[in-house]
């Protein structure tokens, strides 16, 4: 490989290592390993954000995001993509956001799209062959079993996060529950206050509620109103404060609605030697093991009755595990053999 890696944010939230969501999370993290390899690295992203290699930015829209406001950036991002595919020899181009098809280029090049989302969330094309090059790769064994069969779908590549990095401090423990998540409705954030409440505990929350109409109403109709002196809402935080939080917490309450994919925060809380108390959707039970790093459980009966036993998880067992499972440089490493193994293909596919 000769040429740029060109990656691809969803176009409504900023990458950086303080990123608030997974996906932007990861592709700070794989483009970090693709600049430290030596290799030229391109990301079209929100303005604000923060890359190693170049920055292509697309606007920021402060107002309530509309589709309309939506369709303006997507076109301006297919815009960008093409832009930089004019004026660089670009090898691969890497998709996360879930709208990719909407700003997918008409291009000669092969495109990677990592699916960060549950497989029914996207548009069902693109698991069917197309005239141009696009490869899928799911973050999990849950999710690739769920996608449709597909001969353009690889094998999973889990999330790593970077252990030694939360595992640099220790902070001592303190008696209160932790949700890190997106405010929106499929992450469940008010039965995390419902069941707080029935453990007589408190409960911190940080997260961002993003400009989606929906997330908002979500917002102001199921969490503002649950909210007292003890359940307290702190708003987005960075990686210092959230490394402090997760290692000071009792537990971390993940009580998703929909089928979580991987769940970084999870293997984050289980690197900082935190109990998960998560419901039993999707891949969690992937990243918890019941019993061991947290509990799996069904509802908020068995959530708040979870929270009673968080003290029992050994925290250097957990530190334990993550070290072992969740290694950042084994998910960017997979990452950077991909590119060099779907380039490589290309090429001999256009030489015959």
């Given at each position: 490989?000769?040429?740029?890696?060109?990656?691809?944010?969803?176009?409504?939230?900023?990458?950086?290592?303080?990123?608030?969501?997974?996906?932007?999370?990861?592709?700070?993290?794989?483009?970090?390993?693709i600049?430290?390899?030596?290799r030229?690295?391109?990301?079209?992203?929100?303005?604000?954000?923060?890359?190693?290699g170049?920055?292509?930015?697309l606007?920021?829209?402060?107002?309530?995001?509309?589709?309309a406001?939506?369709?303006?950036?997507?076109?301006?991002?297919?815009?960008?993509?093409?832009?930089?595919?004019?004026?660089?020899?670009?090898?691969?181009?890497?998709?996360?956001?879930?709208?990719f098809?909407s700003?997918?280029?008409?291009?000669?090049?092969p495109?990677?799209a990592?699916?960060?989302?549950?497989?029914?969330?996207?548009?069902?094309?693109?698991?069917?062959?197309?005239?141009?090059?696009?490869?899928?790769?799911?973050?999990?064994?849950?999710?690739?079993?769920?996608?449709?069969?597909?001969?353009?779908?690889?094998a999973?590549?889990?999330?790593?996060?970077?252990?030694?990095?939360?595992?640099?401090?220790?902070?001592?423990?303190?008696?209160?529950?932790?949700?890190?998540?997106?405010?929106?409705?499929?992450k469940?954030?008010?039965?995390?206050?419902?069941?707080?409440?029935?453990?007589?505990i408190?409960?911190?929350?940080?997260?961002?509620?993003?400009?989606?109409?929906?997330?908002?109403?979500?917002?102001?109709?199921e969490?503002?109103?649950?909210?007292?002196?003890?359940?307290?809402?702190?708003?987005?935080?960075?990686?210092?404060?959230?490394?402090?939080?997760?290692?000071?917490?009792?537990?971390?309450?993940?009580?998703?609605?929909?089928?979580?994919?991987?769940?970084?925060?999870?293997?984050?809380?289980?690197?900082?030697?935190?109990?998960?108390?998560?419901?039993?959707?999707?891949?969690?039970?992937?990243?918890?093991?019941?019993?061991?790093?947290?509990?799996?459980?069904?509802?908020?009966?068995?959530?708040?009755?979870?929270?009673?036993?968080?003290?029992?998880?050994d925290?250097?067992?957990?530190?334990?595990?993550a070290?072992?499972?969740?290694?950042?440089?084994?998910?960017?490493?997979?990452?950077?053999?991909?590119?060099?193994?779907?380039?490589?293909?290309?090429?001999?596919?256009?030489?015959?």
């Amino acid at each position: 490989m000769t040429g740029a890696i060109l990656s691809v944010a969803y176009p409504f939230a900023a990458v950086g290592p303080d990123a608030a969501g997974g996906a932007e999370q990861v592709l700070s993290a794989v483009e970090s390993a693709i600049v430290r390899s030596g290799r030229r690295s391109i990301v079209i992203a929100q303005e604000g954000s923060r890359v190693a290699g170049e920055c292509v930015a697309l606007p920021r829209v402060d107002a309530v995001l509309t589709e309309a406001a939506r369709d303006a950036v997507r076109r301006q991002c297919r815009t960008a993509i093409e832009a930089v595919a004019a004026r660089e020899a670009v090898d691969l181009i890497h998709f996360h956001g879930i709208d990719f098809p909407s700003y997918r280029p008409d291009l000669d090049v092969p495109m990677l799209a990592t699916l960060h989302l549950p497989a029914d969330w996207y548009d069902p094309s693109i698991f069917r062959p197309g005239p141009r090059p696009l490869w899928l790769n799911p973050v999990s064994a849950t999710q690739a079993a769920a996608c449709p069969s597909s001969a353009n779908l690889l094998a999973p590549i889990e999330n790593g996060v970077p252990v030694d990095r939360l595992q640099a401090i220790r902070v001592r423990k303190r008696d209160f529950a932790l949700v890190l998540a997106r405010i929106c409705p499929e992450k469940g954030v008010h039965l995390a206050i419902e069941a707080a409440r029935a453990t007589d505990i408190d409960l911190v929350i940080a997260g961002e509620v993003f400009a989606y109409p929906e997330h908002q109403r979500y917002f102001a109709d199921e969490i503002a109103p649950r909210l007292d002196s003890r359940r307290r809402f702190v708003g987005p935080v960075g990686f210092a404060r959230k490394r402090r939080l997760l290692h000071a917490a009792q537990c971390l309450l993940v009580p998703a609605l929909v089928d979580e994919t991987s769940s970084l925060v999870a293997r984050e809380a289980i690197a900082c030697g935190t109990a998960v108390v998560a419901f039993r959707r999707g891949a969690l039970p992937e990243a918890v093991r019941d019993g061991e790093t947290g509990f799996l459980v069904d509802d908020v009966a068995g959530m708040a009755a979870a929270i009673a036993r968080a003290r029992d998880i050994d925290p250097e067992w957990a530190r334990a595990v993550a070290r072992e499972r969740f290694s950042l440089d084994g998910m960017t490493g997979r990452y950077l053999g991909l590119y060099r193994e779907l380039t490589a293909a290309h090429r001999r596919r256009g030489a015959a």
